[in-house]
């Protein structure tokens, strides 16, 4: 007989086995190991199933950072900005319209959250899917039939492109589903500029049929700072906006991780701390799209460096440590946001705060080294890597580096590959003289 029935029927079973695990009894449905495989658990109850919109506790799942402002919530109380009714009017236009809802925003503008709380207001009771990184081919796994309405999150949509995203979210929204997803102003820009290069990724953010894009402004007016006392407490976030400090870069601590870059550039007596950050920021200015593994740190940070000598462990741990340790916020706070994040997994890798690489977009003029390119070149196991990283070297300028990637990926079938690398030929071959 199953368990659930079990419980069903027989009063005080759940007591009797409550105690013997010294806990509350729950059962998990039986597709609870598919929505785990995909799903990221802050959105899945204690059965399994994915929570309702209106029900999920933890912000963090809808890509909403922590403030950790001394006596306020984890999560700032929200502070109703001027274009939320734009942005819940669009919500129902993408809905009507059968169409995903993309919002655009710098990075700490507050588009996770205001996002966030128009989905609270207008989907509320729909189940929320929030697929893992790199998890949203794998969505036709789920049995979505019994789901619905449901609403697939998408923040920082750059991390679940795929060769197929643009028909995997036309085969979601015919589903039945609605999708709202998040981008960082820079990197839609970078993503979107491929000209006749064939990517995947530019083709969907292009694609007016099947995105509606919403900018969300960074800065803040005079209104929404007045309305900003109203919800928010501490007095130095209240000092800063009237300064004309984002509230979101003043929570991320934004101008203090820029001062911890500098720091370690002109730190003469640490000098491998610089080159670690700066190899790390330089890797994914290169658009493979992966973290930047630790065992090749190394190699990079010497490149960097500009030295063939090794770096010594103590100041790769060195280095390591300084650029993973949270920074201290406006007034001494203590923040959990830190230049770098060390990812654990079988290949720990390092990512760079998005604020960080906001920055370096629009500041970042010198080149990137042939060591980190041949290393990328390397470490592109697969097509869409692969694509990605002629892309990006394309808009970097490294045409070489540029058709070795899709020559790679092309010799081994990829059709996009062979595309790019035809279209790149043709734009910069000088054409055969035919009266030869």
């Known amino acids: 007989m199953p368990l659930a029935e079990a419980l069903n029927r027989a009063s005080g079973l759940a007591e009797a086995l409550g105690c013997l695990t010294e806990g509350p009894v729950r059962l998990e449905v039986r597709a609870a190991p598919f929505y785990k495989k995909v799903l990221e658990h802050r959105c899945l109850g204690p059965d399994g199933l994915p929570q309702r919109v209106g029900q999920v506790p933890d912000l963090g799942v809808f890509g909403v950072k922590p403030a950790d402002l001394p006596g306020e919530p984890t999560y700032l109380q929200y502070t109703p900005r001027d274009d939320d009714t734009l942005l819940e009017e669009a919500l129902g236009e993408a809905t009507a319209s059968r169409r995903v809802l993309l919002v655009v925003g710098g990075s700490a503008s507050g588009k996770s959250r205001a996002t966030a709380e128009a989905a609270h207001r207008k989907l509320g009771q729909h189940q929320l899917l929030r697929p893992k990184r790199g998890d949203l081919a794998n969505f036709a796994t789920l049995p979505l039939g019994d789901n619905l309405p449901a609403v697939v999150w998408l923040d920082d949509l750059n991390n679940y492109t795929h060769p197929g995203i643009a028909e995997n979210l036309r085969e979601l929204l015919d589903a039945g589903l609605e999708v709202v997803a998040t981008i960082r102003q820079a990197q839609f820009d970078e993503l979107a500029k491929p000209g006749d290069l064939r990517s995947p990724i530019a083709e969907a953010l292009t694609d007016k049929n099947l995105m509606l894009q919403v900018h969300w402004k960074l800065t803040w007016s005079d209104a929404e700072r007045a309305r900003l006392a109203e919800h928010v407490h501490y007095q130095p976030l209240l000092t800063a906006a009237q300064k004309g400090i984002s509230p979101g870069v003043y929570s991320v601590a934004g101008p203090e991780l820029i001062d911890r870059v500098k720091?370690?550039?002109?730190?003469?007596?640490?000098?491998?701390?610089?080159?670690?950050?700066?190899?790390?920021?330089?890797?994914?200015?290169?658009?493979?799209?992966?973290?930047?593994?630790?065992?090749?740190?190394?190699?990079?940070?010497?490149?960097?460096?500009?030295?063939?000598?090794?770096?010594?462990?103590?100041?790769?741990?060195?280095?390591?440590?300084?650029?993973?340790?949270?920074?201290?916020?406006?007034?001494?706070?203590?923040?959990?946001?830190?230049?770098?994040?060390?990812?654990?997994?079988?290949?720990?890798?390092?990512?760079?705060?998005?604020?960080?690489?906001?920055?370096?977009?629009?500041?970042?003029?010198?080149?990137?080294?042939?060591?980190i390119w041949n290393t990328a070149q390397v470490e592109a196991k697969d097509s869409d890597n692969g694509n990605a990283l002629g892309i990006g070297a394309v808009n970097q300028g490294r045409i070489d580096q540029a058709a070795k990637a899709f020559t790679t990926f092309a010799e081994a079938g990829n059709t996009d590959a062979q595309y790019n690398l035809g279209v790149l030929l043709a734009t910069l071959l000088d054409p055969p003289d035919l009266g030869e």
Do not use: C
Request: hydrophobic fraction near 35%; proline fraction near 7%; glycine fraction near 8%.
């Open 263 to 371: 720091t370690a550039r002109n730190n003469e007596e640490w000098p491998w701390r610089y080159p670690l950050i700066r190899a790390a920021l330089d890797w994914s200015r290169t658009g493979i799209g992966t973290g930047l593994p630790l065992d090749v740190a190394p190699k990079l940070m010497a490149a960097v460096a500009g030295t063939q000598d090794p770096v010594p462990a103590n100041e790769l741990d060195d280095a390591k440590d300084f650029a993973t340790k949270a920074v201290l916020g406006g007034s001494g706070r203590k923040t959990r946001q830190s230049v770098l994040t060390l990812a654990d997994g079988p290949r720990p890798s390092f990512t760079v705060h998005d604020y960080l690489i906001d920055h370096d977009q629009q500041t970042q003029t010198a080149t990137i080294s042939d060591t």
